[in-house]
């Protein structure tokens, strides 16, 4: 079955430290994968997908078949980084998108 | 360009009672969603429609029926609301099966 799994509920971090968000798929075929944000009372909005290999307000984020993962990558947080994070798989149906559970990330001052 | 609107904002039902939700879009796409956002289960995707006419059942269809009568306009209705169903309720829509999809600001449901 294809699951997408985000193992933290809830990452903090201080501003200017590392971040690393984690996601991983299980999907037999090939994927494609995306990153979407939640700002605070704001609709959810693509961050990058894995096709475009684009870094979006300095996040990354590679695919790694053989570990199945998409983890999300910044190399120095800022605290308008607060938001929740999903990850999210494409199956070749329609367009349906997988969701994972999200994660928060807070980043303090 | 409005996007992705959703209507109402904000509803409190009580057991048993009816409500459509609206969702629309003025970007022509044709693909469009209905995703439920419930803590600690992401968003699960409810119902879908790949096209003015056509609708399909997602992860969560039960107690939900939808109708596409027309290309920008897709419709969530609850014909008898269960707490269970308490949840934010997003539409999205997409130009295509891979495209990005495009959110509304979402509707938070309450069924007492």
């Known amino acids: 079955a294809q699951r997408v799994t985000q193992p933290e509920k809830l990452l903090s971090v201080f501003k200017g430290a590392p971040v690393e968000l984690k996601c991983n798929y299980s999907?037999?075929?090939?994927?494609?994968l995306f990153w979407y944000v939640q700002y605070s009372r704001q609709r959810l909005q693509l961050l990058l997908r894995?096709?475009s290999r684009e870094s979006i307000k300095g996040f990354t984020a590679d695919l790694n078949k053989g570990e199945t993962s998409f983890h999300l990558k910044k190399p120095f947080a800022q605290e308008e980084d607060s938001a929740m994070y999903y990850c999210?798989?494409?199956?070749?149906?329609?367009?349906?998108?997988?969701f994972g559970q999200g994660t928060e990330l807070s980043v303090k001052p | 360009n409005a996007g992705v609107t959703q209507t109402p904002k904000f509803r409190v039902l009580k057991t048993g009672q009816s409500m459509t939700l609206l969702c629309a879009q003025d970007?022509?796409?044709?693909?469009m969603y209905w995703y439920r956002q419930d803590p600690g289960m992401g968003l699960r995707l409810i119902h879908y429609?790949?096209?003015?006419?056509?609708?399909a059942k997602g992860e969560v269809p039960d107690g939900y029926n939808v109708s596409r009568l027309k290309k920008q306009n897709f419709l969530l209705g609850l014909e008898s609301a269960a707490p269970s169903q308490t949840s934010v309720y997003f539409c999205?829509?997409?130009?295509?099966?891979?495209?990005?999809?495009?959110f509304g600001p979402g509707t938070r449901l309450t069924v007492l």
């Open positions: 970007m022509n796409h044709e693909y």
């Open positions: 894995h096709i």
């Open positions: 999907y037999s075929g090939s994927p494609e």
């Open positions: 999210a798989l494409s199956r070749n149906q329609g367009g349906k998108l997988i």
């Open positions: 999205a829509s997409s130009p295509d099966w891979v495209g990005e999809q495009f």
């Open positions: 429609s790949v096209g003015e006419g056509t609708t």
